[in-house]
């Protein structure tokens, strides 16, 4: 058994960077590096959708310097990093709130988004600007604006309006550096999910140790409640 959807905490960019005498900035490069390379594997794996927490709504409050360097990352996986997913067929959408990011950028996910929107080889999906509350705000927020009653609203609806809502739930989220909590990740769609946690920064973590993650996720039993 497969995971349909995995979603990714890859928290630890600065530790590791600083565990090797290296600059934040270099983790964080490193960081995108190997999402890249464990998206492919984890396509190659069968997984379908692969979510990666990118840039939090609280992650504004770090210092200038880090914020524009971080979005010049994001500005360099939407228009280079994603070549090799985009040659396999691999579509990309982004969750998050626009709002804050600069015209250029959300040009260029636009324009990503545009162009792979009919590929159908997997959906790498980029949180960025996102809070998990936010997007639950805001898909209230849609559905008041399209005059829904009270009475109307069900679960079902609320999924229709959450960000890229073709986006389905959650089957497996693996958490980096040992830390056990959620931070606001995808909160509707984890509502099932299996949990792993794993004692590495980010940068650290390799393919062998996806291999572990699916392989617990695979010896799991999924109840639903049941």
Known sequence: MVPTHLGIIPDGNRRWAKSQGLPSIEGHRRGVRLAKEIAIASFDRGVRFFTMYGFSTENWRRTEEEVGYLMELFYGVVTREFQELEK??????VLGSREGLS???????????SRTADYPNGTVSLCLNYGGQQELADAFRSM???GVTPDEVTPALIAEHIYAPEVPPVDLVIR?????????????????????FVNKH??????????????EFARRQRRYGN
Not at 88 to 93: A, I, L, T
């Open 88 to 93: 396999r067929g691999v579509r990309f959408r």
């Open 176 to 196: 980096m550096s040992g830390e056990q909590r959620i931070s606001g990740f995808m909160l509707w769609r984890i509502n099932y999910a299996e949990l792993y």
């Open 144 to 146: 008041l604006a399209a």
């Open 103 to 113: 015209k250029r950028l959300v040009g260029a996910i636009d324009d990503l988004e």
């Open 202 to 215: 980010w940068p650290a973590f390799t393919v062998a140790d996806l291999d572990d993650a699916l392989a």
